[in-house]
């Protein structure tokens, strides 16, 4: 696992699109952006899988879906 980024950076990506990812363009363009053998660690340096980041964000009410469209929420931390 060498390519480890911060989720921080999924963050500020979501904040900087006008636009709305789906979940599929979310991992697509993270895929592409960083590779796809890219992991993303968090606050608690927990890591996990490009498949496991909108479930992560979901869980910690960065995010929320409506339908396929990923709807941020909260893009900063609170601790």
Sequence with gaps: MDNIRHIHEVLDILAARADHFTIQSLQSGLAERFGEDVCFM????NVFGLTEVVPFLLSK???RLEGEEIIPVMLVCNH
């Design 61 to 63: 009410n960065k995010i």
């Design 42 to 45: 968090n606050c608690a340096e």
